[in-house]
Each structure stands twice: as C-alpha cells, then as structure tokens.
C-alpha cells in the first residue's frame, strides 16, 4: 500500500511481501477450505474455499473531510447479507501515536467477528491516523469547561454514521447491529445506548472510560461517573441495550476501584449492563482487548445468550497462511511468528538477527515505523554483538 496513492480505496486487492531473495503476492481474501466440509469422495467436486475480504476504504462521514473516516472493513465471503459488527479504538495519551491510529491494528479482533458470521468493520474515529475531523479528544472532561459526555457522543455520533453508511454496503444486513470498542472507544459504547441506532442488540466495552493517566488516577472521576449516569439513563428511554463490559483486576487506567463505580452509575439509572471483572492480564490490563483468547469465551457467552451468532456454534478457521518458506534459523516461535506474521495485514515487517532471533510487527501505521518496530523488537531480542536485518515488509500494491 502506498501511502502517496489515490486513497478512495487504498488498500484492496493485494500486499506484496518482499522477501530475501524472493516476491510473492498474497491476496488480502485468503483462502482456505472450511472446517464443516466433509471429507471428499471420489467423483465428488473439491470443497469450498472460504475467502475473507479485508478492506481498508474511505467512509464518507459527516464533518470529516476532506478523508471521511479511514475504516478496515473485514468478513468471510459467502453467499447472503451478514450482521454488522462495528469496533473502535483507544485514545493514547502520547499525541504522536494518536496522528498514528490504524484500523488495521484491530484485524485479529475483526476476525474473531468474522469467523462468526458477522461483517466487522473497523473504525478510526475522527481527527486520529488518516481520519478527518476534529477529533473527540478536544472535548474531554479533564480540561475546564470540558465535558466527557460530550466527548463520548462525539465518538458515537461516528459509530452511528458508519453504521448508517454500512447499511447500503450489499453484504451487510443491517437489521442486526452488534458495537465494541476499547478505553475511550469503550466509553463510546455507553454513548451509543444513550441514543442507539434502532439495529443496535448490544455493545461490548473493554476498559472502557475517560480520563485516566495509566497510574490509577482520574483527572475528573465524578464527571466521568455523571457521564456514565446520563448514559445510563437515555438508554432507560430506548429499552436499555444489553452491555457487556470487560475490565481486568490489574487495569492501570480504569482500576476495579473506578470501573465499579461507572457501572453502579450507569446501572443505578436504567442501563443494562453484565459486568465482569477478568483475571490480571500482562503488566496492564488496560490492554486485554489486544489477547482476543484471554476474551474469547466471554464475549462469545454473552452473544450467545442473546442469539448474536449468526453461525450459532459453527466458527469459521482462521486464513491460511501463505505457503511462504521461513527465514533460515530462526527459534520454533519465531517459525510460529512467522506465520502469524503472514496472515495478518500492513505495514508489516519481520526482522532477524545474526543468531537467529527474530522481531515482528504488522498494522503499524506505515512502513518506516513497521520496520523500526520490527528492528527494535529483533535488537532486544538478539545476544549482544548479533546483527538484525529487515527479511520481509509489506511492499506497495503493484
């Protein structure tokens, strides 16, 4: 993908993994033969192949010219409409990795919807990565005469767009619309039941609030609480939406400590909404939603209970990687990384070292940071003295 070209539909089609000493074009719909097909008889015509399309386009949403929203549009193609799933991100509190959001940082998280049937589609909101806009930042609590309620349905006003935009797409079904996000795009989700979309069945927040530092601390805790309140007591109004809501116990951001007191907030004023509280999760929790199977069972529960898997118990496989030999000696989890690596999207880079370490990284937000991250991964890695060199990225489209 080349960041330099016409951009209405940037990245469909095909990635390039340039490689030592080879190309080899991967198609972003990958195929694969799906788990329920029966074994082949004599005679008998080969199974199906299960393509998924990926497919970063432009949505044309109010007030975010002159892009729209940068969205990553991803599901399995088969026959019929599908049900919209919509997810959305975070907001760091370094500006430079705001301008460097991607909607292709949440492809593992897509998939997981689109191996259950659904459409997923991947927004990044206005004013952050390529997205136009003013972003929904400015208008946080945690300034005066701020307002994080107004913050988060700036952010719903975007998933309510997209969704509407969505609905035209001839894959989608939009009668059955399911929205989750993480942090300030799971704060959103309770922005979105204060005036949902008449599609809407449920939305899922994963640590979701306003105005945290990291170090357990809230710029403004009772005014996010009050958010939450008001939140709670508009989705009252239109039949209070299901919610799930997932934080873990070693959260830094939004900590057990404040995570109740939202949900006592939104619950107390008509809301609906399950909460659980997961085990500790890495060195912060905050960052759960990346570990889709430390989620996985939880939230494929709580769809289930109100019949939102559209394959019911059926999940479809995961894309085949490419048939694209390793680099020479590299450890067996960098042969696993490998082919993680293969199957999921750009900018993306695989680095190793000298004595075979290896570092990956793939969804950054353009090439030069794809390769500094994948070296710098591989340099941390590697023995003192060992050299790491770049082995494959994404190359532009040709």
Excluded at 11 to 38: D, E, H, P, R, V
Excluded at 103 to 111: E, K, M, R, S, T
Excluded at 284 to 308: I, K, M, N, P, Q
Excluded at 339 to 358: D, H, I, M, Q, T
């Amino acid at each position: 993908m080349d960041e330099r070209a016409p951009a209405a539909r940037r990245c469909a089609g095909k990635i390039l993994l340039a490689t030592a000493g080879f190309s080899l074009a991967c198609s972003m719909a990958w195929g694969q033969a799906t788990t329920n097909s029966a074994p082949a008889q004599p005679g008998a015509d080969p199974p199906a192949v299960l393509r998924y399309i990926e497919d970063e386009v432009w949505a044309p949403v109010p007030n975010s010219f002159p892009r729209g929203l940068d969205v990553l549009e991803v599901y399995a193609d088969r026959p019929g409409k599908h049900p919209l799933a919509l997810l959305t991100h975070g907001t760091s509190n370094i500006e430079q990795e705001r301008q460097h959001v991607t909607p292709w940082a949440q492809l593992g998280q897509a998939l997981w919807f689109a191996r259950r049937g659904y459409v997923a589609i991947v927004i990044v909101r206005k004013g952050y990565g390529r997205s136009g806009g003013e972003p929904d930042r400015k208008l946080g609590g945690c300034k005066v005469g701020g307002s994080f309620r107004e913050a988060g349905e700036a952010s719903a006003q975007d998933l309510r767009a997209v969704a509407k935009w969505a609905a035209q797409r001839p894959e989608v079904d939009a009668s059955t619309l399911v929205s989750a996000g993480v942090s300030t795009g799971g704060f959103a989700q309770a922005a979105l039941t204060e005036d949902p979309p008449k599609e809407l069945k449920a939305a899922i927040s994963f640590a979701g609030g306003r105005g945290g530092d990291g170090k357990e601390h809230e710029c403004n805790l009772g005014g996010a609480i009050d958010a939450f309140q008001d939140f709670g007591k508009g989705a009252a109004k239109h039949g209070a939406v299901p919610m799930l809501w997932i934080y873990s116990q070693n959260d830094h951001w939004f900590p057990p400590s404040m995570a109740t007191q939202f949900e006592d907030a939104y619950r107390k004023a008509g809301g609906s909404v399950e909460f659980v509280l997961a085990l500790p999760d890495g060195e912060d929790g905050h960052h759960l939603y990346a570990h889709v199977e430390a989620w996985s069972a939880t939230v494929e529960s709580f769809l289930r209970a109100r019949d939102l898997l559209p394959l019911g118990d059926e999940v479809l496989p995961l894309p085949a990687a490419p048939n694209v030999p390793p680099p020479a000696g590299v450890s067996e989890r960098g042969l696993n990384a490998w082919k993680r690596y293969l199957v999921y999207g750009p900018y993306k880079a695989f680095a190793v070292s000298s004595n075979g370490e290896w570092g990956s990284t793939n969804g950054a937000f353009d090439q030069q940071l794809a390769d500094q991250d994948a070296m710098d991964r591989c340099r941390k890695a590697a023995t003192e003295g060992a050299a790491c060199q770049i082995v494959s990225r994404t190359a532009p489209s040709k």
